[in-house]
């Protein structure tokens, strides 16, 4: 299969440690170009630096992004709109109204579409979700808890600070919950945003399940936990013995070649999306 022509919208720490080196080692992508707020930035990641994002769109068939999440919900409407498949990160939008526009854009335009929920294409969690299915599960619960938004760390950017975990590593959190137990049907979310956030998910078929976010948390906090809890056994997710984001961007090329179809696509972001928006209500002052 010819690589895909993959431009970059974004040139911040993440797109440096993750999206550059992924799209730009190939076989299934190449890194067409980039275009960044920072053109000296951008010049950093190897690749043709566009002055103009409509410069970009015209090199490439498909987009990544990896700016704020206003950002994307803007210029992903932009890019949908010419035509370009979209790898998108997480969460979709910085509101859920954005989050609309972007997936109705997606689906007006009728271009392919996947979701940076890099925990789902590692072999661990694909392992846990099949242990999953066979234990018909009842119960769960997760913990996400860092300190990522403390001191000078390169993640502490302004919308984390100012929206908090729910937002940043919520969408995470809910969407391998509501793989591993049933679609969520309800949430109801107790805390502070900025600071400690609890959920408890109502699934499809009366499971139910509780998670933990936190990213103010001093110290050195555990790993993050997944468990499952069924009629017939239990399921914890493992280490991460291998690198997700090449399974990811073999099976974004896989999407853009068949013009769409993945699971975790731009109308799966919203779903989750609105389910964080419900959480972020009950939690606002």
Not at 107 to 120: D, F, I, K, N, P
Not at 145 to 157: E, N, Q, R, Y
Not at 185 to 207: C, F, Q, S, Y
């Amino acid at each position: 299969m010819e690589p895909v022509a993959v431009g970059l919208v974004g040139a911040g720490p993440w797109a440096e440690q993750a999206h550059a080196p992924m799209l730009s080692r190939g076989p299934h992508t190449r890194l067409a170009g980039v275009w960044a707020r920072r053109p000296e930035a951008a010049a950093r990641l190897g690749a043709p630096v566009f002055e103009r994002i409509e410069e970009l769109f015209d090199a490439c068939e498909a987009v990544a992004f990896c700016v704020p999440p206003a950002v994307q919900a803007e210029l992903g409407v932009r890019a949908a709109r010419a035509g370009k498949a979209l790898l998108l990160e997480k969460p979709l939008a910085d509101s859920l109204d954005g989050a609309r526009r972007l997936a109705e854009a997606v689906a007006e335009a009728g271009v392919a579409s996947q979701m940076v929920l890099t925990m789902r294409y590692a072999a661990a969690t694909r392992a846990f979700l099949a242990r999953c299915r066979e234990i018909r599960p009842f119960g769960g619960h997760a913990a996400n808890i860092s300190g990522v938004l403390l001191g000078d760390h390169p993640f502490a950017t302004p919308w984390r600070l100012e929206r908090g975990a729910l937002l940043d590593v919520g969408p995470h959190v809910v969407d391998l919950l509501d793989a591993a137990l049933g679609r969520v049907t309800g949430v109801r979310a107790h805390g502070d945003p900025l600071g400690w956030t609890g959920l408890l998910l109502e699934h499809e078929g009366g499971a139910v399940s509780e998670a933990s976010l936190c990213m103010v948390a001093a110290g050195d906090p555990p790993p993050s936990t997944f468990a499952a809890y069924g009629r017939t056994g239990s399921a914890v997710l493992g280490r991460f013995d291998d690198d997700p984001m090449v399974t990811l961007v073999a099976e974004f090329a896989e999407t853009v070649r068949a013009g769409g179809g993945h699971p975790l696509d731009a109308a799966h972001g919203l779903r989750i999306q609105e389910i964080i928006a419900g959480a972020e209500a009950q939690l606002a002052p």
